[in-house]
């Protein structure tokens, strides 16, 4: 039985390891990346469904979460790249470069790509920039604490025994839930700000005269 499991994998390994090669890797990591927001779009959906019944599904939002995906998915292919170039280090003898690593990844991409995400989904829904930027600063600091307690470790893994090839794929498969929390912190119900003190009545001055 075990034999045969091997066989099957090594011949489905024909199909699938063409995927991580040359141009076709670009292809994938730009695939998987909307697939994935997609994906945690429709979990996040699903379980907004539960809690409302008389709510549908939205799938020009999920197509939206997917076409930004998508756009991200380049973006980080060059850049892991880059990365894995100026620091090529792997495994735990070289776990000083993989620390810088982890460390610039966090200072530059994680942000970049938080505003892109913010900026990219509000064009699509057809905000104006102002709006899109206003969303941005409203979310964007707890996206990033968010983000630092998720990806260090996530990363760390990924820079000290995964194949530079497999960096980006891994990260869309991690992100899963990830990108379901994405879809959360943007499209959650927005709270109406309360003015702490509002007079109704315009002052006016009184003005006593004598006679």
Known sequence: MLSRGRALVAGLSVYWKPLFRGRLLLVTNTLSCGALLAAGDTLRQAWERRRE???????????RMFAVGCS??????YWYLWLDGAFPAAGLSGIRSVLKKVFIDQIVASPALGVWYFLGM????????AHSWQDLEDNFWEFYKMDWCV?????????????????????????????????????????????????????????????
């Open 53 to 63: 019944p008389q709510r549908k599904r939205d799938l020009a939002r999920t197509a």
């Open 72 to 77: 991200m998915g380049p973006l980080m292919h």
């Open 122 to 129: 509000g064009s699509l829904e057809g905000q104006t920039l």
């Open 151 to 211: 990806w260090p470790p996530a990363q760390l893994i990924n820079f000290l025994y995964l194949s530079p090839k497999y960096r980006v794929i891994y990260m869309n498969v991690i992100t899963l839930g990830w990108d379901t929390y994405l879809s959360y912190l943007k499209h959650r119900p927005k709270q109406t700000p309360l003015n702490m003190e509002e007079d109704p009545k315009p002052c006016a001055m009184e003005i006593q005269t004598t006679s």
